[in-house]
């Protein structure tokens, strides 16, 4: 009963049923191409991974810097061709087939480093708009 609930949960969420499908479609992916694609923090993606890890329905290998993620080879299969019939015409799984096809264009130092660049920058603007308010008029 607990792996059934442990994976009821980890679909229990759009974003993680989102990858899946994407892992269903490319087989593997770099976990910054999974950032892309959700256009979540890296830290919120890694967290999704998490739960779809420990759920038992993905498995990562690192390759050098680089962590990916494929589906396992124990998911239930029911229960991914649920997911295909169910999803087949989302909307939202239809923009991210399209976001994949530039995403996967993409070198994936450039992916990276593009990520790295918008977190920073949202940082920074974050930390200026904290400055303005402690700041007295």
Known sequence: MDQVLSITK????GSRMRVIMALTDHGE???CQVTEMLNLAMPTVSR?????Q?????????????VYY??????????????????MNSENIAEDKKSMETI???????LCRTQK????????????E???RNTPP
């Open 117 to 128: 660049q918008r977190h920073m920058c949202s940082a920074e603007k974050i930390k200026k």
């Open 10 to 13: 980890a679909l229990a969420d």
């Open 70 to 87: 494929r589906l396992s080879e124990v998911f239930p299969p029911l229960c991914l061709k649920w997911l295909k019939e169910a999803l």
């Open 104 to 110: 996967l264009s993409c070198d994936l130092e450039e």
């Open 54 to 66: 420990n759920a038992g329905l993905v498995k990562s290998r690192k390759d050098s810097r680089w």
């Open 130 to 132: 904290k400055e303005q």
């Open 29 to 31: 992916l770099c976990v």
């Open 48 to 52: 999704h991974m998490s739960v779809l």
